[in-house]
């Protein structure tokens, strides 16, 4: 079962340093989790998970269960077992993929048809079909069933979305029957202010062993995500978890926590890196450039990563250009440590008082990118494209 320690907050935001003990590993928070949707992260073994300082790892159910089937992973041990993982593995129950990706879908308060996105075989999920999946592929961490409303939405629409998402909550903590599992509840609301409060309350009443904020990162401002975020995480508790789905650019992750969140998960860096996408100190190096065919340096000289001690940016614009599946592999191992080493960097800058210096270093250094854009499920979540 799951523990989680508050050890320390910062004196002038929410930003806060916790611990996070599940039977498998200990997440010094806050934590980035990489995704890997089907299992592994994409072309990277375990052992270059652990390698880069990552203790815990996101899977998730939806695609699990379509493929290889949740049951076929029990059989052969479980997640872990299955995928050679030695850390902790949180499970995203599949709602927003359900939301996202099934070709049709009709929902209920009993639960939701959809049509796959890989045959369009139709599937029935309910509140308690996602805990059955969860269970039987044996994470530490499994969510609640959610209903993660598209954006722009109705009022009313969303209050549905609130109400379901409670009741299919309450579903969950009711059919859930390991007792080595930690169940996280979800917050939904979309971006009226009143809604996600009313969440957030009632989904807190329930008493989960940690809280998410769903529902955002699907086409809203930053500004948005942020004045959700400042209603929201206040009604959470202090000492349990708190959890941001699917946000993952480096600037959203020091906003978020800012504003007291413990842990992301984001596709960002490793679909970035297979896109060619590098983040650096001063801003993101984009590696097909010609600039970089004669380019002799690393992708950024101050980076401690085995890509840039070994590797010129000309090689790796030569590797992308030529399509050669290592420019896939040393591109993602270069984005996930530069996310390993922002969160330790935003850790021992809590530790240390200097959490708001550190954040407005990091705005002076980079040009921020994208500082009027909407936060959309290009950068946060699975799509067909990932898998």
């Not at 270059?48 to 815990?56: K, P, V």
């Not at 996101?58 to 949740?70: F, I, K, Q, T």
């Not at 044996?138 to 969510?143: K, P, Y």
């Not at 992301?264 to 801003?283: E, I, K, N, Q």
Request: overall charge negative; some cysteine; aromatic content about 8%.
């Amino acid at each position: 079962m799951i523990g989680y320690q508050l050890r320390q907050r910062d004196a002038r935001t929410s930003a806060r340093l916790g611990r996070l003990r599940t039977a498998r590993a200990v997440i010094e928070t806050p934590a980035f989790m990489p995704v890997g949707s089907l299992g592994p992260v994409k072309g990277l073994e375990p052992e270059e998970l652990s390698s880069l300082g990552f203790r815990l790892m996101l899977n998730n159910a939806y695609h699990l269960s379509l493929r290889p089937g949740h049951k076929l992973v029990a059989e052969l041990g479980g997640l872990h077992e299955f995928t050679g993982w030695p850390g902790a593995i949180l499970t995203d129950s599949g709602g927003f993929q359900v939301f996202s990706l099934a070709k049709l879908r009709t929902v209920t308060d009993e639960g939701v048809t959809f049509q796959s996105h890989l045959d369009g075989s139709t599937h029935f999920i309910t509140p308690e079909t996602a805990v059955e999946i969860q269970e039987a592929l044996g994470a530490d961490i499994i969510m609640a069933f959610d209903e993660c409303v598209a954006l722009p939405a109705s009022r009313e629409a969303v209050q549905d979305s609130v109400r379901r998402t409670t009741l299919w909550a309450e579903r969950c903590q009711a059919s859930r029957r390991r007792t080595d599992q930690a169940l996280f509840g979800i917050v939904q609301g979309g971006l009226d202010q009143d809604l996600r409060v009313q969440s957030a309350r009632d989904v807190t009443a329930l008493g989960f062993e940690g809280y998410a904020v769903g529902g955002l990162s699907v086409g809203e401002s930053k500004a948005d995500m942020h004045a959700m975020l400042n209603v929201t995480v206040p009604e959470l508790p202090d000492n349990k978890p708190r959890y941001l789905m699917g946000v993952g650019h480096p600037e959203d992750l020091i906003e978020g926590v800012a504003r007291g969140i413990d842990l992301f998960d984001c596709v960002v860096p490793s679909r970035h890196g297979r896109t060619g996408s590098l983040f650096a100190a001063g801003g993101r190096v984009v590696i097909k450039q010609a600039q970089y065919a004669r380019d002799e340096r690393p992708i950024d000289p101050d980076c401690g990563c085995p890509v840039c001690r070994r590797y010129s940016r000309a090689y790796l614009h030569h590797l992308f250009m030529v399509k050669d599946m290592l420019a896939s592999r040393l591109n993602t191992v270069h984005n996930l440590w530069y996310f390993s080493d922002l969160m330790r960097r935003i850790r021992a800058a809590i530790a240390h008082g200097t959490f708001e210096a550190f954040r407005e270093a990091f705005y002076r250094a980079h040009a921020r990118e994208g500082s009027d854009a909407t936060v959309s499920a290009e950068g946060d979540a699975e799509t067909v494209h990932d898998l």
